[in-house]
């Protein structure tokens, strides 16, 4: 989960500012959370208190209103809804909150009916379920020592996801995209071409896309491939209130092994 949140924060300043540099500064004044991680905390959350992911958004979203980069149209509503209903949405919001769902269990049967039900309570299109699952699985597969070879073969026939390109090549003719179709495929190439969690953070921002979630979903895999470097999560402890910190350590504590 860490991990997710560190790349929205280093991706936040660059959401609707895009660059396609790799040598820019992590964080600035500028850096902050967004809707990726109040959406994290709160499949977290839910998770730990075994409570309807729906609520649980809701409650986390209502709480913090007014996120850097503010809520999508479709989501805002939802969110503010006295009645939410999913609303056949493929964008990735799906795929950049579900990273907690990957560290409850050792079973994955677990993991996928997690990751599914976080999905589902707003993103009940085909495309917007699976690209949770893929995420939640690329993590699951990650942490119980899947190469990278062997993970881009098993999600490019699993999911059907095209991970031959590299990055210079995506980033040559990018643009804005919000949909799983686009950015899960792309963050999950972020992470095979990397070699540490800050490259993996530096790829994902760099590519011109949806910085901020395709910084989540990269660093969210990144995290089970190869940790966090200590001298980043003083910027998580800076910048989170109190009880999003109180959900991740009693996730942690719980969970992550």
Not at 53 to 65: E, G, L, N
Not at 83 to 100: D, E, I, K, L, T
């Amino acid at each position: 989960m860490l991990g997710a949140i560190i790349g929205d924060i280093v991706g936040s300043r660059f959401e609707f500012n895009n660059t396609n540099k790799i040598d820019f500064e992590l964080f600035t004044k500028d850096s902050n959370y967004t809707d990726d991680t109040i959406c994290t905390i709160a499949v977290a959350d839910a998770i730990l208190k075994n409570i309807p992911f729906a609520y649980s958004i809701q409650h986390w979203c209502r709480k913090y209103p007014h996120p850097m980069g503010g809520y999508g149209g479709s989501f805002g509503r939802w969110v503010f809804s006295d009645n939410p209903q999913p609303y056949n949405s493929f964008g990735n919001g799906s795929a950049m909150r579900v990273s907690p769902c990957s560290w409850i269990s050792d079973d994955f049967h677990k993991v996928f009916r997690l990751a599914e039900e976080s999905a589902k309570c707003t993103h009940d299109h085909p495309e917007g379920i699976k690209g949770a699952v893929a995420v939640a699985d690329c993590i699951y597969k990650v942490r119980n020592g899947y190469s990278k070879q062997k993970l881009k073969e098993y999600i490019s026939c699993t999911y059907g996801y095209d991970l031959n390109q590299s990055c210079d090549e995506i980033r040559a003719k990018n643009s804005f995209n919000e949909t799983c179709q686009v950015t899960v495929p792309q963050s999950i190439i972020c992470y095979l071409e990397s070699n540490s969690f800050e490259q993996a953070i530096r790829l994902a921002v760099s590519i011109w896309g949806d910085s901020d979630t395709i910084g989540a979903i990269t660093g969210s895999i990144a995290e089970a491939g190869y940790g966090i470097p200590k001298s980043m999560l003083a910027t998580v402890d800076r910048l989170l209130p109190a009880d999003m910190k109180n959900v991740i350590f009693e996730f942690n504590k719980k969970y992550k092994r």
